[in-house]
């Protein structure tokens, strides 16, 4: 499959494994679709659902999947399955325009999206993004609709820039993060709380040196953070963290850890209770890591989730079975293997056989592995019997094996497993 022909910029499950994209390209795997498109669970494109921008410019910074199976998408669009649509539509679950659905985003700047979209229990919709006026009030990058696109009165909330960051609490209260320094003008560093209304929650004290970029929630009610700091709440985090539900940090999650050496970009929660990070890293807590990671419940590291990527991760979402889907505009290849732009990994990646090659008649390929691992490799002629060819223990996170017989064989297939 060749994926998309042009950029990512949003993605969601839906609750029976299909996956909808937003971004700007204009065909999926060579199916032409203007934006948005729903993948099944192999990742092919399903067929029965078709949408996508016909005015503005071309591009869906975000798509949200409510319970009754219709899609909202927030994007820089004027126009979406031919109908006019200013920023944000709905369409159903086969992707016709939801007609129910008008709600108009503007500014007086030139930049102006929707990036942001969270569906509360009772319907309603918090939209975030660049903007300053919803349905002709004035309403500075965040504010809340009705389930068919009338503004809430009765919510009211400005952020002085756009958050990076929107995510419901249990309780109905709002978290933000990004790169703002004021929430309904007061200082706020990078992290708020917005109580159901829209104030301030003056009770959720949280801090940040950098950017608040990407957030999950735990059944618990915590919430991991992860973005460009290395300072929360006054105390060493290194990209990533945890707080309670008050904004207070969660001291057993990272303590004393070194954290990632760099971004961090985007968070997950797993549902076996670890937690996955994606960005542009090269190690995690001291250890080698190219740009994905797993983490154990309390932060550190674990070893039994290798990955590589090749370029930085913008976005991950982790499924049920704990299979991770990860995005990122420059990725190339995942574990040597050829990805564009998007791939989906197993909850155990080690071992992961690269790329083979032949040199001076010596048939050779690398296996991803877990230092201090053992591991076997087997061959067979037929797919049928097998014997053993290697038996190693990994002193790094890799090893190489060699075949210098294969000149032997009219055909010979290799596996690769991992001793109990």
């Not at 795997?29 to 949408?51: I, M």
């Not at 409510?66 to 979406?80: A, E, H, W, Y």
């Not at 309904?184 to 970029?213: E, K, M, P, Y």
């Amino acid at each position: 499959m060749t994926g998309p022909n042009s950029w990512l910029w949003a993605a969601t499950l839906q609750p029976d494994g299909k996956l909808l994209l937003g971004g700007q390209f204009t065909s999926f795997n060579g199916v032409p679709r203007g934006q948005l498109v729903r993948l099944n669970a192999d990742g092919s494109v399903d067929t029965t659902f078709s949408a996508g921008v016909t005015a503005g410019e071309p591009t869906i910074h975000s798509v949200l999947v409510q319970p009754d199976g219709k899609v909202l998408i927030g994007g820089m669009f004027s126009g979406i399955n031919g109908a006019t649509r200013i920023r944000l539509a709905r369409v159903n679950a086969n992707g016709t325009l939801d007609t129910n659905f008008v709600a108009t985003v503007t500014s007086n700047e030139s930049f102006i999206t929707v990036s942001l979209l969270a569906l509360q229990t009772n319907s309603q919709v918090v939209i975030a993004g660049w903007f300053d006026t919803v349905n002709g009030a004035r309403h500075t990058n965040i504010a809340r609709l009705n389930s068919n696109g009338t503004l809430d009165p009765g919510f009211a909330a400005g952020i002085d820039a756009p958050p990076k960051v929107l995510a419901l609490q249990s309780d109905g209260r709002v978290l933000v993060g990004g790169a703002f320094g004021a929430v309904n003008g007061q200082a706020r560093s990078h992290i708020a709380c917005l109580n159901t209304d829209g104030t301030l929650d003056t009770n959720f004290l949280a801090t940040a040196d950098g950017n608040v970029d990407s957030s999950a929630r735990q059944p618990d009610g915590k919430m991991l953070i992860a973005g460009n700091f290395n300072l929360v709440n006054g105390q060493s985090r290194h990209h990533m963290a945890r707080l309670n539900p008050d904004g207070s940090l969660d001291a057993s999650f990272q303590n004393g850890m070194a954290g990632a050496d760099d971004y961090a970009g985007c968070i997950g929660y797993d549902p076996s209770g670890k937690v996955l990070i994606g960005g542009q890293f090269t190690s995690v807590n001291g250890v080698g890591r190219t740009n994905v990671a797993r983490l154990n419940s309390n932060g550190s590291l674990d070893t039994n989730f290798l990955a590589n990527v090749d370029s930085f991760l913008e976005l991950l979402l982790v499924q049920p079975d704990s299979r991770v889907i990860i995005e990122g505009n420059y990725i190339n290849t995942v574990d040597g293997r050829s990805r564009n732009r998007i791939a989906r990994l197993q909850s155990r990646s080690a071992p992961v056989i690269g790329p083979p090659s032949i040199s001076a008649g010596v048939f050779s390929f690398d296996v991803a592995a877990i230092a201090g691992t053992s591991y076997g490799v087997e061959a067979s002629t037929n797919l049928v019997n097998w014997s053993l060819a290697l038996s190693t223990n990994a002193a790094v996170d890799n090893f190489t094996f060699q075949d210098s017989g294969m000149r032997q064989f009219p055909r010979r297939f290799f596996r690769v497993f991992r001793s109990p």
